[in-house]
């Protein structure tokens, strides 16, 4: 037999959901109904020959210093505070400040009995919420798991979604980015710190459908399945006819904010009366079955239209 695929329950995924909103709720299904599939592969020693110019750190403030986007702020202040409200600033932090990826290090196929123990195979998960963890090594991975493990949100707050991990790392698909500049809309030779170069990713839903997923990532001893969304626009908005990009819907001027943010209750529905316009047609009558009784009747017809590209919920 090639290979073996064991579904594994979700109820082992704990997840506070008690302050989500249905919505949200609904998504997180998606989540929750994570396949965490375990998939003995006959030989998965083989391993890919790591590309040179792709350098591991050591320890975890290396990475972060590597990544960091602080020096940003001073020039770009606007996108930096828009930036800052995101999901893409707290990418390992779920609803209402929690870490999230803490229940898969304590129970299920990701456990493990201490961080020490863990390595880089226990947070697939990273691929798409902390994408930096490639250019680390094992050692990192056991300094991220005792973070969680100690509940240590300054540091896990550290571990996200920054500038670089859009304008460098997630914006080339042909080959390595060149760690030496940032990648934008224009060439900007004499940019600050590294020059900018031209990406023509940046516009493209492609960007973020590297993270905004397809369906099961397939390549990890223990695979997952989170977000599907890009599926969704890519299979559904536009065939039937759908033209805009996600930077189009989700980042109009340039945005960063990039909602909805799930944090903000008010906002959040206000948005979601906005994508989700309801039309109700309603016609009353009355039936009168027998001579003394006349019941009064009416007929409801709703129909919820959405103006997304993509299904929602979804991710
Ligand atoms: C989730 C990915 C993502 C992150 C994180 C991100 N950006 Fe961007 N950024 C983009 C994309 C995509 C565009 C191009 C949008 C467009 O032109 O429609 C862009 C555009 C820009 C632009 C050009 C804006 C314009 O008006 O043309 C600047 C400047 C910029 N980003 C700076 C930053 C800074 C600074 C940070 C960190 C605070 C940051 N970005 C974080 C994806 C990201
Ligand atoms: C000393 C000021 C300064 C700093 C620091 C700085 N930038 Fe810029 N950046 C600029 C200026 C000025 C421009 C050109 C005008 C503009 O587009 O905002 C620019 C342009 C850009 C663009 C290209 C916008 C386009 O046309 O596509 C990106 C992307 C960008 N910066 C990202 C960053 C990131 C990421 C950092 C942090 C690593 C950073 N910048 C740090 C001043 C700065
Ligand atoms: C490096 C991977 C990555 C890229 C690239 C990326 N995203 Fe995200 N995005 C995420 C993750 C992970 C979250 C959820 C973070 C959290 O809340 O824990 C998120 C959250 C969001 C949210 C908030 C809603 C929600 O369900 O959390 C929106 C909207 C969004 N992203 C849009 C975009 C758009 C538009 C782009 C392209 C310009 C993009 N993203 C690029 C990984 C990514
Ligand atoms: C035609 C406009 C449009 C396009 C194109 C579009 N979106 Fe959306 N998206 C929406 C609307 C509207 C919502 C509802 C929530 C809101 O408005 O904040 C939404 C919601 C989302 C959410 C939250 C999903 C949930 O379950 O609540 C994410 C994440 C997201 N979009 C990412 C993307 C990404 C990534 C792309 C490209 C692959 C994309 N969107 C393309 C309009 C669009
Ligand atoms: C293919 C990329 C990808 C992988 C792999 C992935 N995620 Fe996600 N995840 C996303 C994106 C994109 C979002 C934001 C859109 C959404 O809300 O669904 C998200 C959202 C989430 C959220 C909601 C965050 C919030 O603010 O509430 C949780 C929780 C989550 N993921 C957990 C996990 C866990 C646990 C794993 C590993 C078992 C995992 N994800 C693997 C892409 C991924």
């Keep these: 037999m090639p290979f073996k695929n064991n579904l594994i329950g979700i109820?082992?995924?704990?997840?506070?959901?008690?302050?989500?909103?249905?919505?949200?709720?609904?998504?997180?299904?998606?989540?929750?109904?994570?396949?965490?599939?375990?998939?003995?592969?006959p030989s998965h020693g083989t391993v890919m020959a790591s590309d040179p110019s792709t350098t591991q750190v050591n320890s975890l403030q290396e990475l972060v210093d590597r990544f960091d986007s602080s020096s940003c702020r001073e020039c770009h202040e606007q996108i930096f505070t828009q930036w800052e409200k995101s999901h893409h600033s707290r990418s390992l932090m779920g609803i209402n400040d929690y870490i999230f990826i803490a229940s898969y290090l304590?129970?299920?196929?990701?456990?493990?009995?201490?961080?020490?123990?863990?390595?880089?195979?226990?947070?697939?998960?990273?691929?798409?919420?902390?994408?930096?963890?490639?250019?680390?090594?094992?050692?990192?991975?056991?300094?991220?798991?005792?973070?969680?493990?100690?509940?240590?949100?300054?540091?896990?707050?550290?571990?996200?979604?920054?500038?670089l991990v859009c304008h460098c790392e997630k914006a080339v698909v042909h080959g390595r980015p060149d760690v030496n500049v940032i990648y934008g809309n224009n060439d900007i030779k004499d940019h600050p710190e590294r020059p900018?170069?031209?990406?023509?990713?940046l516009k493209n839903s492609l960007m973020c459908g590297q993270c905004h997923g397809l369906g099961p990532n397939l390549e990890f001893e223990t695979p997952v399945q989170c977000a599907t969304l890009y599926g969704s626009y890519l299979h559904a908005y536009i065939p039937s006819g759908g033209t805009e990009s996600c930077q189009q819907c989700h980042m109009p001027g340039g945005d960063h904010y990039?909602?909805?943010?799930?944090?903000?209750?008010?906002?959040?529905?206000?948005?979601?009366?906005?994508?989700?316009?309801?039309?109700?047609?309603?016609?009353?009558?009355?039936?009168?079955?027998?001579?003394?009784?006349?019941?009064?009747?009416?007929?409801?017809?709703?129909?919820?239209?959405?103006k997304a590209g993509h299904r929602i919920p979804d991710g």
């Design 258 to 306: 990039m909602p909805p943010n799930f944090n903000n209750r008010a906002e959040l529905s206000e948005r979601l009366r906005n994508a989700l316009p309801m039309q109700v047609r309603a016609l009353a009558y009355s039936f009168q079955p027998k001579e003394e009784d006349v019941r009064p009747m009416i007929v409801v017809n709703t129909k919820i239209f959405s």
């Design 106 to 163: 304590k129970k299920g196929p990701l456990a493990i009995p201490s961080g020490e123990k863990a390595t880089k195979k226990n947070f697939p998960c990273f691929k798409c919420h902390f994408p930096q963890i490639e250019f680390a090594t094992d050692a990192v991975a056991a300094e991220i798991a005792r973070a969680v493990l100690d509940n240590d949100k300054v540091m896990v707050r550290k571990l996200n979604i920054g500038c």
């Design 11 to 41: 109820s082992q995924i704990d997840f506070n959901l008690k302050y989500q909103t249905k919505q949200k709720f609904m998504s997180r299904l998606w989540i929750l109904a994570i396949s965490v599939m375990i998939v003995v592969l």
């Design 196 to 201: 900018v170069r031209k990406s023509p990713l």
